[in-house]
């Protein structure tokens, strides 16, 4: 027998709504059922027994992310069964920068009302995003709460756990002057720097537009979801001695690549080596912003470096090739203390 209040729903809390959604999720997270699941949804905790067969030392990673202020785009849009790819994509790409194969994930939402349709939409993002990072969506949360949220607002952030042999954790302290970045495309903007582009934009007065160079409108580009990169790495590593990865994220190029270097060493980088796709090129005119602030806010075009040995760079962008990736050389590694130089 389920619960009911009417006193609850007065005050704007349907529980009802809840089992709903939770009835209209399970279609979604039978998708990215994997071996070691052990429980469904409903309970209090979500139960996964982990294979550890192959590890002598093994690691937990977790990692923890939200979609952030995108989230307005699909508000307006009315679109929201890609956010959760973005969710799942800033936790997932995380964890794979130390080598490490994310095992499952949690999401949780809060909104200002459950509306059982909108809810599972989000969810099947989030689902989507784990069967491309082959992790398994085990449970959740989902937080009706009224007078916090609009009616027809939420917030979206999840978390997730892999595991890596520890002789295998991927350490910036091998990279060595002469190694090269490779570059792994990104598919735009993915989920930072939203609080720049709705600025730009006025997105929030809806100022939205057709463009010939994106190829559609500016919202829809907007919202196109983060790529995922986990399968890649993992399998880049199988075939080439991988030292460091790198998740091009907020902070872009200055703060994200010095993580993935020792003390003492940057990445030289040509800017016409950049891919650059159109979305940046608008967001910089629009608004008339420096070329310095763009490469410290946005990904450029660069979701991930991978960091390889001069000698390994082919094999490296033939094992991505085989993957789908259309990688490249974006640079090397140089003796220096500037962290990244661009020139």
Known sequence: MKSFSDSYKAAGVDVT???????????????TMIPGVL??????????????????????VSGTD????????????????????????????????????????LDYIACGKNQPEKIASIVSGVAEGCVQAGCALIGGETAEMPGFYAADEYDLAGFTVGAVDKARILDQSRVQPGDVLVALPSSGVHSNGFSLVRKVFDVENKKNFYSEELGTTLWESLLTPTRIYVKQVLALMEQVKVKSVCHITGGGFY????????????????????????????????????????????????????????????RALEALKAQGEDAYVLGEVVESDEGVILW
């Open 17 to 31: 709504a809840g089992y709903k959604a939770v009835e209209l999720m399970k279609q979604h997270t039978a998708r």
């Open 39 to 60: 429980s469904g949804l409903g309970g209090f905790g979500g139960l996964f027994e982990m294979d550890l067969s192959g590890m002598e030392h093994p690691v937990l």
């Open 66 to 105: 939200g979609v952030g202020t995108k989230l307005k785009l699909a508000f307006l849009l009315d679109k929201h069964d890609t956010v959760g790819i973005d969710c799942v994509a800033m936790c997932v790409n995380d964890v794979v920068c130390a080598g490490a194969k994310p095992l499952f994930f």
């Open 255 to 314: 703060e994200n690549i010095p993580r993935a270097l020792p003390d003492g060493l940057s990445a030289k980088i040509e800017k016409k080596a950049v891919r650059t796709p159109p979305i940046f090129r608008l967001i910089q005119a629009e608004g008339n912003v420096p070329e310095k602030d763009m490469f410290n806010t946005y990904n450029m075009g660069v979701g991930m470096c991978c960091i390889v040995a001069k000698e390994e760079a082919d």
